[in-house]
């Protein structure tokens, strides 16, 4: 590990003022998010304080959210802050990673920042939200944070370009070392001594001494992807959990060196591990949203408790409880069996499972359309459970139990078309359908006629010529889940993982209207790019505008009822629907579709002078 040698601070002024000159500006355009109250998108960061007070929360809908626990040690946490780090189209601002003080007075939150080899670390005041600085120029997307129990520590495990070290108290980086052979890092723990250990995707477990040199690494497997490190409270054993496989092995502190494996037959994977706070239990969750618990500190007899929907993402431990994220979205404390102490369950639709592939009760199709587009069928849960019908004209949202033969399911046979169902590398005919690198397809659908055909997948919507031809490529707000070609041939309709089902022109790709369901409450918003909207009674509360304020202020927000005045607008949403043309629809109701950024500022300028 390289040492970071101390400078003038008169030099590391002139420094930091020419890089702050340099760098550009965040992007400076309101960008619509769906605000709920609750993430929208998988949790992937975690922290609490030493205390159990807070819960600290970061996820993929480019948010962080500071929690109060409830003093009774169960119920429903409350929301102190949401903390809005400055965001960008596309993979800009997503939250990989979180981590609270021991102190709980600071809240830091990471992942992939601005794309360029320059990411940045946020650091927030937990007793007003406050942005109090960025941590800058990073090196790469922040996938792990962790303090060190005494909290004089900040380190974090990077994307390819290894770990770093900063001194709390004045945020100095004290240590980095970038020799990881060019593989992500996503576990880092500390001891009770502040010895920092390691994992990577290039197999090695690494130990780092108290001043951050490192002493000695290990090959785990080069095989496996290392995922998750934790130190037992002992500090003789580390417990190392796996991107792709379920096992979980315990290794030698002193030698890194494998001292067992834990029993995991019958699990799925178990990336993230946890030792419970007085080492007598070993945990471990992963891919199928269960934890497993081990007694007798991982050798004893272990028993499966079901959590979550989805992937559980991280699991730390706190006094008698754990704390635990998921995908689903969905986060909370546990007791050290396993039961529900305080358990928070996002408000967005399931949309996964909603591709022409997918069945329920054998033969119901999960998500259909009518030939005009204006009719749409989903379920608000995974697949087709707890199925609702929408009506873009009417702007009706009714339950429809039974499947109706007026809505048409995706064509995915027509064409010949495999290896698309979770899978890299689809095929047409045999030959591959070029994709970006990891890029996973989820669905596919057909175009009467069978000239044209759609690919949905994690980043983008793709669509093709019968000859494989690509013809368009649309990015998307996240994974397209599901896919469907309107028979009347006008329209795409995709099913998103932020929730959202959205109308795309299919001649290009481009978008025209977006609908938001809240699966708890059932309120409903319907709106175009621009941001004029139709809804249900509190629907307007569903969406709202996120917009920077440079690097080292926190964003701005205001929901869409905030703005009703000018962009509540049945009338612009219906005619783009019947134009399949949003732009024009403004421009015909003699709007444009200019910044709104000054709206914004004077609505919260008057939110500031509020009562």
Not at 38 to 52: F, K, N, P, Q, T
Not at 140 to 162: E, I, V
Not at 414 to 429: A, F, G, H, Q, R
Request: hydrophobic share 40%.
């Amino acid at each position: 590990m390289r040492w970071v040698c101390g400078m003038s601070m008169a030099f590391m002024a002139a420094l930091v003022g020419a890089a702050r000159a340099e760098m550009p500006l965040p992007f400076d355009q309101p960008l619509l998010r769906i605000e709920t109250g609750m993430h929208g998108a998988e949790i992937r960061g975690l922290g609490i304080d030493a205390s159990c007070r807070f819960i600290l929360t970061g996820s993929e809908d480019k948010t962080g959210r500071l929690w109060a626990l409830p003093q009774s040690g169960s119920g429903e946490a409350k929301l102190l802050h949401v903390l809005r780090v400055p965001i960008a189209p596309g993979e800009d601002g997503k939250i990989h990673a979180a981590a609270l003080s021991p102190d709980g007075r600071l809240a830091v939150v990471g992942g992939w920042d601005r794309g360029d080899n320059s990411d940045g670390i946020y650091v927030f005041d937990t007793a007003t939200g406050k942005l109090l600085r960025r941590i800058a120029d990073v090196a790469y997307t922040t996938l792990h944070l962790t303090f060190s129990p005494d909290g004089r520590y900040l380190a974090a495990a990077l994307g390819t370009a290894g770990v770093r070290v900063w001194e709390a108290s004045d945020w100095r980086l004290v240590g980095e070392d970038d020799d990881y052979n060019s593989q992500r890092s996503d576990g880092a723990a500390f001891d009770a001594q502040n010895r920092l250990y390691t994992v990577a995707y290039d197999g090695f477990l690494r130990r780092y001494s108290s001043d951050f040199k490192l002493e000695t690494k290990s090959m785990v497997s080069a095989e496996k992807e290392p995922q998750s490190v934790a130190v037992h409270p002992s500090g003789k054993w580390l417990a190392v959990g796996f991107s792709d496989s379920s096992d979980v092995e315990v290794y030698d502190a002193k030698n890194l060196q494998r001292v067992f494996a834990a029993d995991t037959r019958g699990a799925g994977t178990l990336s993230q591990v946890a030792w419970s706070a007085d080492g007598a239990r070993l945990y471990a969750g992963g891919g199928r949203g269960d934890l497993r618990i081990w007694d007798n500190e991982g050798h004893g007899p272990w028993r499966d408790v079901a959590l979550a929907r989805h992937a559980i993402r991280q699991i730390l431990p706190c006094h008698d409880v754990l704390a635990v994220s998921a995908s689903d979205p969905a986060f909370g404390l546990v007791t050290l069996s396993g039961d529900k102490r305080v358990w928070q369950d996002g408000a967005i639709p399931d949309m996964r499972g909603k591709n022409g592939g997918a069945r329920v009760a054998s033969t119901e199709p999960t998500f259909t359309v009518s030939a005009d587009a204006r009719r749409v069928r989903f379920g608000l849960g995974y697949g087709i459970e707890n199925p609702f019908l929408f009506d873009v004209y009417s702007g009706q949202l009714n339950d429809l139990q039974r499947f109706i033969s007026a809505l048409s399911a995706p064509d995915i046979a027509s064409l010949k078309i495999t290896d698309w169902l979770e899978e890299y590398v689809p095929k047409l005919d045999g030959k591959v359908i070029a994709l970006d690198a990891y890029e996973t397809t989820h669905a596919v659908a057909i175009t009467v006629g069978a000239d044209r055909f759609v690919l949905a997948t994690d980043w983008s919507l793709r669509a093709y010529n019968k000859d494989g031809k690509q013809l368009w490529h649309q990015p998307t707000p996240e994974a397209a889940w599901g896919v469907n070609v309107a028979r009347g041939g006008t329209f795409v309709v995709a099913a998103y993982g932020d929730g959202t089902i959205r109308w795309h022109r299919l001649r290009d790709g481009e978008e025209v209207l977006a609908l938001f369901v809240n699966a708890k409450t059932r309120e409903w918003v319907l709106w175009t790019p621009q941001g004029y909207y139709a809804a249900s009674a509190a629907g307007a509360e569903l969406i709202g505008w996120h917009l920077n304020n440079g690097w080292e202020q926190a964003g701005d927000f205001v929901t869409a009822a905030q703005l009703k005045k000018s962009h509540n607008r049945p009338d612009i949403v219906k005619r783009a629907f019947e134009l399949a043309d949003a732009e024009q629809a403004v421009r015909e109701a003699g709007l444009s579709a200019s910044d709104i950024s000054d709206l914004i500022r004077r609505s919260r300028a008057e939110e500031g002078r509020s009562p």
